[in-house]
């Protein structure tokens, strides 16, 4: 199809798009001269949600009217503001209201769940997680295992894609699990991962790790508000994940933990264990809060997930938070998914004619990836590069991760499907060049 006339499709689908009215919902980046971006970055960081600055606002004007009565008195009172965002980050992660919280950020929050969930015991020591892991997860990971006493050379077993492979199939991680299942301990998975983009089969992973005396934790720094999220379901033990991506909170977002409710129930709640996986780490946010403030020495643990919070939550890092949810509420995971199989499809169609210099590492099957392409421009990191930088230069915003991807990311909350037709003639016109 020509340029011209993939330009119409998608301004037709645009305009026939039920979900098209949220783009106007978000603010759109500019360049210096006030010209429109074509921003498809949502996998790093989300855009802002217009509503985050009147939340965000309300929070200073209520701190700056009430002072210390903010804790009770603000028009969303401080010391209870974390249970606003619960039903939204249910709907989001697929759990109960229960087994959620917003806190802290995503590596802080794996240390915490691997601090309650990573029991090394006698020839069970080790922790399966992948090759190329974001490396905040794999320095939390070998750092725990050392904290412990063990060493990470031994203890950290890294599966990588097969030789020639970028993605790695989930029957290789039952394949490891049937190997060294004893030696394990705990698996920690993405949900999606960063930088090829491949959505797991969650379930399938937890059910092989449980199958084999382990323990499944899942890093959704990637999947939350990208792909339908089942986690109760999935009987994971754990999850954490950042709320600055596709949740698009802004830079630094408070971010959130799934901890499933047989550990909940599990737990002592006046009592602290340190030998049960899902013993806790505790400070006075996770005290029960009717006597929070009694202030006794003796702790209380709140019911669920909320037990896992140390501190008081940063207001200011949690209203833009708000903002977001209550937008996918209104537009619903199903539909944004719809959206997004399609524009993801359609950005995949628009880049057929470049094959010759574009591969394409993500999944080619919709329901194995999410919104994100991961793109390996063919003549080697040198070039890839070069083309990144073209792109930014035209107002193409896109990220690149080393040593040779280009992470594009149409978000079906903000981007069209004209915003997939200029990403690829761009690119095109870089190519060319
Ligand atoms: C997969 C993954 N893990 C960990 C992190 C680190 O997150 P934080 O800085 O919130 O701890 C990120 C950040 O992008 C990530 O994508």
């Known amino acids: 199809m020509s340029t011209s006339g993939a330009r119409e499709e998608a301004r037709a689908r645009d ?32 855009l802002m949600p217009l509503a985050a600055r009147e939340r965000v606002l309300e929070e200073l004007e209520d701190w700056a009217n009430l002072g210390v009565e903010g804790h009770e008195h603000a028009r969303r009172p401080w010391i209870p503001y974390h249970e606003n965002l619960t039903a939204g980050l249910a709907l989001i992660a697929g759990g109960e209201p229960s087994e959620v919280i917003a806190m802290n950020s995503l590596t802080a929050n794996l240390h915490l769940m691997l601090a309650s969930f990573y029991r090394p015991q006698g020839r069970r020591g080790a922790i399966l997680m992948e090759a190329g892991a974001f490396s905040s997860d794999r320095h939390a990971v070998a750092s725990q295992i050392a904290w412990r006493g063990l060493d990470p050379e031994a203890a950290l077993i890294e599966l990588a894609p097969a030789p020639g492979e970028d993605t790695v199939p989930e029957a290789a991680i039952e394949a490891t699990l049937a190997a ?7 698996v920690l998975w993405p949900g999606v991962q960063f930088r090829t983009g491949q959505a797991f089969d969650v379930a399938r992973i937890v059910r092989a790790a449980h199958a084999h005396g382990c323990i499944a934790g899942i890093d959704l720094a990637h999947s939350v508000g990208n792909v ?86 940063s207001i200011l890092a949690a209203a833009p938070l708000l903002a977001s949810l209550s937008i996918f509420s209104e537009a619903g995971i199903a539909p944004l998914r719809e959206k997004s199989l399609a524009l993801t499809g359609f950005l995949e169609t628009q880049l057929e004619p470049l094959a010759a210099d574009v591969g394409i590492i993500t999944p080619r099957e919709p329901g194995r990836r999410g919104c994100q392409l991961s793109l390996r421009i063919r003549g080697g990191a040198g070039r890839g590069r070069q083309v990144f930088e073209a792109l930014m230069k035209r107002g193409v915003i ?29 690119l095109a016109q870089v190519l060319r060049a």
């Open 228 to 313: 339908p999220l089942a986690m109760h379901q999935s009987d994971a033990d754990f999850a954490v994940w950042c709320s600055y991506k596709y949740l698009n909170a802004g830079p630094g977002a408070i971010g959130g933990c799934f901890v499933h409710q047989r550990h909940v129930d599990a737990q002592p709640r006046t009592r602290h264990t340190g030998a049960l996986p899902g013993a806790r780490l505790a400070g006075w946010w996770g005290h029960e809060a009717p006597t929070r403030f009694l202030m006794e020495p003796s702790f209380q643990a709140a019911a669920g997930a909320a037990a896992w919070q140390l501190s008081n939550p």
């Open 398 to 426: 896109v990220d690149w991760r080393a040593p040779d991807i280009i992470r594009v990311a149409p978000v079906p909350l903000y981007n069209g499907f004209e915003d997939a037709v200029t990403f690829a003639t761009t």
């Open 15 to 46: 305009a026939a798009d039920p979900l098209r009215a949220f783009r106007a919902r978000f603010a759109l980046p500019h360049d210096a001269h006030g010209e429109p971006l074509t921003y498809l970055c949502g996998h790093s960081l989300g």
């Open 180 to 186: 060294r299942g004893e030696e394990i301990a705990l």
